[in-house]
């Protein structure tokens, strides 16, 4: 009975973990920016924008985010007007 709570626990803390981090809200002043960690970690390597393949908090302004995410937009087929990264 112990160790079924204890899994049970365990699952119950993965899926909090995977769900914190499936999208991430960076807040910006002209309309805060959902960002989709999921399909972006999926599709690319974590150390295009980490540091190291663990990730982490990111040191994000204005000039970095934009020179990060809107580069690969501008080569890939990612968002790049400034509304639609920006919502208000
Ligand atoms: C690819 C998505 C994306 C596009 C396109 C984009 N931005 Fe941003 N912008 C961001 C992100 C991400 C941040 C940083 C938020 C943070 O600091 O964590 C940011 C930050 C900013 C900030 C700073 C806000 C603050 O609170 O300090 C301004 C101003 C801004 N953007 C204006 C613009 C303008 C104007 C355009 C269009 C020319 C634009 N952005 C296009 C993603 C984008
Ligand atoms: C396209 C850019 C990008 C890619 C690729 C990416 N991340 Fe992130 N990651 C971010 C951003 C942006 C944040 C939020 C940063 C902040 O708030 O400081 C973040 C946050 C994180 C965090 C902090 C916890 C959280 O959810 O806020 C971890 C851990 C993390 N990423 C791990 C990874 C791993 C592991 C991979 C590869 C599977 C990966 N990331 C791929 C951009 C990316
Ligand atoms: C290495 C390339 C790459 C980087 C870096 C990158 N993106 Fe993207 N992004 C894409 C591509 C490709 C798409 C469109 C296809 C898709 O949905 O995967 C996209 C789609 C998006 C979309 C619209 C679809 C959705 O997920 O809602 C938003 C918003 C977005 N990116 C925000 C960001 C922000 C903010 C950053 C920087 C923190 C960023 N991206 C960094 C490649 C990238």
Same mark, same amino acid.
């Given at each position: 009975?112990?160790?079924? *709570?204890?899994?049970?626990?365990?699952?119950?803390?993965? =899926?909090?973990?995977?769900? =914190? =981090?499936?999208? &991430?809200? *960076?807040?910006?002043?002209?309309?805060?920016?959902?960002?989709? /960690?999921?399909?972006?970690?999926?599709?690319?390597?974590?150390? &295009? +924008? /980490?540091?190291?393949? @663990?990730?982490?908090?990111?040191?994000?302004?204005?000039?970095? =985010?934009?020179?990060?995410? @809107?580069?690969? /937009?501008?080569?890939?087929?990612?968002?790049? @007007? +400034?509304?639609? +990264?920006?919502?208000?």
């Amino acid at each position: 009975m112990k160790k079924l *709570l204890v899994a049970l626990m365990l699952v119950a803390f993965a =899926a909090t973990i995977a769900i =914190a =981090a499936d999208t &991430v809200i *960076l807040k910006a002043k002209n309309g805060d920016v959902t960002f989709n /960690h999921k399909v972006h970690g999926e599709k690319n390597a974590c150390t &295009v +924008c /980490h540091a190291d393949a @663990k990730g982490g908090k990111l040191e994000l302004d204005k000039d970095k =985010a934009h020179a990060l995410c @809107k580069d690969c /937009h501008a080569k890939g087929a990612g968002p790049t @007007k +400034c509304g639609d +990264c920006h919502k208000k």
